[in-house]
């Protein structure tokens, strides 16, 4: 057996780099503010451009943080901005996804009921199946095929990046990552334009047309827009879709983690319940569900929660393009955006197929 170890820098860039780090026998050492404050007003600044623009002209915050950041790639070269960058890409994301668990209560899913939350369910399974075939058909192997079905499935940009903190680079790398976040953001771009349309053609109920609209876009924010764009009544219907499907991700999460094993890829003679190796910020968004559930918080709290949860997960967007490498997504081309395109289509047959039948 070889004893060579990889170097550590090619797994700085990366969200998951602790799983490496873990392996050390001399622990990591602590960023200081002075390593990481270069790094971040770097990531701050780009963000601050992407939130303009996306203010200005109508596109998603998210896809214009991941362009700006990949035509700021080159930044993550300085030897002053590596630690501020792998900071916000590693933090940043996991205090936004826990954010995410202010706006929503064991109530509101309830309020759904078992029939029209059986075939949410549906849906769900639809696009990761989906995920799966379109990752086999191009080539792309199980692991992009799960990412893409995810984060179709739950709740776009966010639901990614927890799963690929669980999937881990040594299993998919960061190029296809990264174009099939670019993919998921551009899908629920053109969701929020597409679907609302279809759905006044189709003379669907504001009832049915909130269903599925709440039930196939990505992305949270344009999901609930899409509902607005239509009625209130849609509006409100596709909020209660949306955030139901965005509870579901601490245990979609933690099925991936018990489906994917170990990450080395052997089998493991640990219990199941220790094989699940569920990340902490997903138990804490959990957490904040359950407390949400039993206790009102005050309602600017959870639109408070909700603009910090965006911003963050948009630093952390930002952040992980500016430390891609643009010559691994040249090379890697358009194959990765094939299970992005079956999931998102599946997802949105699905949720036809179940709101004419169902709701």
């Not at 199980?142 to 990046?161: D, E, F, K, V």
């Not at 047309?209 to 509902?227: E, F, M, N, R, T």
Request: include cysteine; charged fraction near 10%.
């Amino acid at each position: 057996m070889s004893s060579q170890r990889p170097d550590p820098g090619l797994y700085a860039g990366d969200l998951f780099g602790e799983f490496y780090q873990a392996e050390q026998k001399t622990p990591a050492k602590r960023p200081t503010l002075g390593a990481i404050l270069p790094g971040l007003t770097t990531c701050l600044v780009a963000a601050f451009a992407a939130m303009w623009l996306a203010e200005h002209y109508g596109f998603p915050a998210i896809l214009l943080g991941l362009l700006i950041g990949l035509s700021l790639h080159f930044l993550s070269d300085h030897p002053a901005l590596g630690e501020g960058l792998d900071f916000a890409a590693r933090h940043f994301l996991r205090f936004g996804i826990v954010l995410l668990g202010l706006q929503v209560t064991l109530s509101q899913i309830s309020a759904i009921g078992w029939l029209p939350f059986a075939g949410l369910l549906a849906i769900m399974v639809a696009s990761f199946a989906a995920g799966l075939a379109g990752a086999a058909v191009s080539g792309q192997g199980r692991y992009s095929g799960l990412l893409a079905g995810g984060a179709t499935a739950i709740c776009g940009a966010s639901a990614a990046l927890a799963l690929y903190a669980i999937i881990g680079r040594d299993r998919l790398d960061q190029a296809r990552f990264t174009i099939t976040l670019m993919g998921v953001a551009l899908a629920s771009a053109l969701a929020l334009s597409i679907y609302p349309l279809i759905a006044s053609a189709l003379g669907l109920s504001a009832e049915q047309a909130g269903y599925l609209v709440g039930a196939s876009i990505h992305d949270a924010a344009q999901a609930i827009g899409g509902g607005y764009a239509i009625s209130d009544a849609a509006g409100e219907q596709a909020t209660i879709i949306k955030l139901a499907r965005v509870a579901l991700l601490a245990p979609v999460v933690a099925l991936v983690a018990l489906w994917v094993g170990e990450i080395g890829g052997q089998p493991s003679q640990k219990p199941m319940w220790r094989r699940l190796s569920v990340p902490w910020f997903i138990l804490a968004f959990l957490a904040l569900v359950l407390v949400n559930s039993v206790m009102a918080f005050p309602p600017a709290l959870a639109e408070n929660g909700l603009a910090a949860s965006k911003f963050l997960l948009l630093l952390a967007v930002t952040a992980t393009a500016m430390r891609s490498k643009l010559s691994l997504l040249l090379e890697a081309g358009w194959r990765p955006l094939v299970p992005v395109l079956a999931a998102t289509i599946a997802s949105f047959v699905a949720a036809l197929l179940v709101t004419v039948t169902l709701i």
